[in-house]
């Protein structure tokens, strides 16, 4: 019982967040369950969430930082493009494995390239992440747009579908990668070294420098871990889409960020958790995907989204102020006996 | 223990209210879907909801998904469709994403498969983007259809409906901007983005033909994307005239061009000096053409595009073939070339139209 109370404790929002899930989805399941608990469905759900929520890890970590990477849908696009170059050239077409790889390659190297250029201006010159991210953001749509001239690249081999469209034991791949993805940000951000000098240069900055933390360092890698996680989920999309383009995911940034102050990371940052963030892009997707299925104006869909997460940021903030009046009384309390 | 309870509750309210305002805002359908719901099990909601809306025995549904929802353009072929599926007794689902973004366009056609409706027509953001999700949607017996623009993949679409037929629209517009500035001189042309592949073709179209015809004409530059924004329409143009002093047309090919050049024409004071023609809704010309800023505009008529796609969708769903000479109601002048149905000429626009 004991255990059960400090676990209640010290996941409380993440308990919440998972019973608000959970309701939600029995809510959807009673209303169409014809439609939304079909198979089908719930695998399109299971290949439809990793881009959001690859990309919401990346936001997360930038924010727990206390900062923000606006940049992250375009780091997406920009390292898909290369990707997509790669992979529709003769190379590939006759080299089909060392051709995928080839592109993951590419892919992964845009990101730490986007991801130096974005932790080294934040970290090492001082500007405000969100001013760089704001200034990136618009570099590297300009030179996606660039390269590509606002078109899309298509004509991948046959073999590179599988990792947006396939399965392995019924499960989409693209949600085995997200799985992967997730367990190495729990272990990267919340068990090793490095993720708890993220957290204290997040709580503060200057108190984590003085403790002996390479503040500038830890913070160039969060925007190389955020860039990364971008370039997977932007492998995924060109795979789920067959192709690559300047404006693919683009409505993916608002959305990333309201998953990660969904999942209960502090926007000052210094607080969250990978699960809250995973559980919050769950809720958005089943959310979406169900009104949707529901045949519900997309307009409504958008107003109920910033309605559950106004309602939940109202909640969290007003239970945490009587938490916090309950101890003050409990104090004063004890101080009144003696 | 509370506060869960509380935040349970308070998910079961959103839901609820989102029920009910789905009731009010998408007409009868959703409103006894709602109550549907009220009921406890509601195994299949928009069943029951059909007779309420008045559309027949709607044993069809078809869903139109725009490129984005929210413009006029797309906002008017939608009222045409759904005025269609009223005409002939189908229910229309006409849904996009808010932004015109090819990821969130992919999810909504994934979503309609799960959501059981029986045709798909789809405008693509990007003609490749749309692919694998219409092939799922195929292997789900969904006929699928595009309509505004081409879906690039033909084996899968049992439909393509074209507003117009490219060569000839865009030979028309030729000839509407030689009627609007004269046979001579230079012209420029603004098109909405250089990866949109119907503006392309009419460029291309219009630029032999222009070269043909009219040898006195001459394209000063490239054609100049405008992001399918009248603002950058605005800005762009201004920069023209002030590197062409000798412009004497221009022509537009997303329907935002020509509202964004006729504005720069107005504010610099040179209706009389550049004629400025291309493709425009109806209502929003009105103004610019009035004032002679905008000369002349064209168009297919929106809502007709709309509404012809849903009489085509319900006319393949009761198992007929697309053939040369077959007859959709209230559409005399459509024309069948293979899978391709072209809804007819373009209407003009000019002072004329709004007397």
């Not at chain 1, 951000?189 to 503040?215: H, K």
């Not at chain 1, 909640?315 to 009144?336: E, M, P, Q, Y």
């Not at chain 2, 994307?225 to 090919?253: F, H, M, R």
């Not at chain 2, 024409?265 to 209706?271: C, H, M, N, V």
Request: charged residues 15%; contains cysteine; negative net charge.
């Amino acid at each position: 019982m004991k255990a059960f109370k400090t676990l209640k404790e010290k996941y409380a929002n993440e308990l919440t967040l998972a019973c608000i899930f959970i309701a939600v989805f029995i809510i959807l399941g009673i209303l169409a369950p014809d439609k939304f608990l079909t198979a089908y469905n719930l695998g399109s759900m299971m290949s439809q969430m990793p881009e959001l929520g690859l990309l919401s890890l990346g936001m997360m970590a930038a924010i727990l930082t206390g900062g923000m990477n606006l940049s992250i849908c375009y780091i997406a696009s920009l390292s898909g493009i290369f990707a997509a170059y790669v992979l529709s050239s003769d190379f590939a077409a006759t080299n089909v494995g060392i051709g995928i790889a080839a592109a993951i390659g590419a892919a992964m190297l845009i990101a730490v390239i986007t991801g130096l250029i974005n932790g080294g201006v934040i970290a090492y010159i001082g500007v405000a992440a969100m001013l760089v991210t704001l200034g990136t953001m618009t570099l590297f749509q300009g030179i996606a747009t660039n390269i590509t001239q606002g078109g899309a690249i298509s004509g991948f081999p046959e073999e590179f579908m599988a990792l947006g469209g396939g399965n392995v034991f019924g499960i989409p791949v693209p949600m085995l990668i997200y799985i992967g993805a997730i367990i190495a940000a729990y272990l990267l951000l919340e068990r090793s070294a490095w993720g708890s000098r993220v957290y204290m240069t997040g709580c503060n900055e200057t108190a984590a420098r003085f403790s002996g933390v390479n503040t500038k360092a830890t913070v160039l890698k969060v925007y190389i871990f955020s860039s990364v996680m971008a370039a997977i989920g932007g492998l995924i999309m060109i795979s789920r889409y067959n192709s690559a383009r300047v404006d693919y995911g683009s409505s993916y940034l608002m959305m990333s960020i309201s998953a990660v102050v969904l999942g209960g990371t502090s926007i000052m940052g210094g607080h969250g958790s990978v699960i809250g963030t995973v559980i919050a892009v769950g809720i958005i997707q089943i959310v979406t995907t169900g009104l949707n299925v529901l045949g519900i104006n997309r307009y409504l869909i958008d107003i109920i989204i910033g309605a559950i997460l106004i309602g939940v940021l109202a909640i969290r903030f007003l239970s945490r102020r009587l938490s916090d009046r309950n101890l003050v009384k409990a104090r004063a309390a004890k101080v009144g006996a003696q | 223990m509370k506060k869960l309870l509380a935040i349970l509750l308070a998910a079961v309210m959103v839901f609820s209210l989102a029920a009910c305002a789905g009731g009010t805002d998408a007409g009868g359908s959703a409103a006894a879907s709602a109550s549907a719901e009220a009921s406890a099990p509601a195994a299949d909601a928009s069943d029951t909801g059909e007779p309420a809306s008045g559309a027949g025995d709607g044993d069809y549904k078809i869903a139109v998904v725009p490129k984005l929802i929210g413009i006029p353009y797309f906002t008017q072929t939608g009222d045409g469709a759904k005025a269609a599926g009223d005409e002939i007794g189908v229910e229309v689902t006409y849904t996009g994403p808010s932004k015109a973004d090819a990821a969130e366009q992919v999810k909504m056609i994934e979503d309609l498969i799960a959501q059981g409706v029986d045709a798909i027509a789809v405008a693509p953001n990007d003609p490749a983007a749309v692919v694998p999700a219409l092939e799922k949607a195929k292997n789900a017996g969904i006929v699928c259809l595009d309509w505004d623009a081409p879906v690039d993949n033909e084996k899968l679409i049992d439909a393509s409906i074209h507003q117009i037929e490219d060569k000839e629209f865009a030979e028309h517009s030729i000839d509407m901007l030689v009627e609007a500035m004269g046979d001579s001189g230079d012209y420029a042309i603004l098109t909405g983005s250089l990866s949109a592949p119907n503006q392309n073709l009419w460029i291309d179209y219009a630029k032999t033909y222009a070269a043909e015809k009219y040898p006195n004409l001459n394209l000063v530059t490239d054609p100049i994307p405008t992001e399918e924004k009248q603002q950058e329409a605005y800005s762009k143009t201004l920069d023209l005239v002030k590197a062409y002093p000798d412009l004497k047309g221009i022509v537009g090919y997303a329907t935002v061009c020509p509202l964004g050049a006729a504005q720069a024409i107005r504010e610099k004071g040179l209706q009389d000096q550049i004629a400025v023609v291309g493709t425009a809704v109806k209502e929003d010309a009105q103004e610019f053409i009035e004032d002679g800023s905008l000369d002349i505009a064209f168009l297919w008529n929106t809502q007709d595009l709309g509404a012809l796609t849903v009489k085509v969708a319900k006319y393949l769903l009761d198992g007929n073939e697309l053939s040369n000479d077959m007859v959709i109601d209230g559409f005399p002048d459509i024309s069948v070339d293979g899978n391709v149905v072209y809804l007819g000429p373009p209407e003009d626009y000019t002072k004329d139209t709004y007397k």
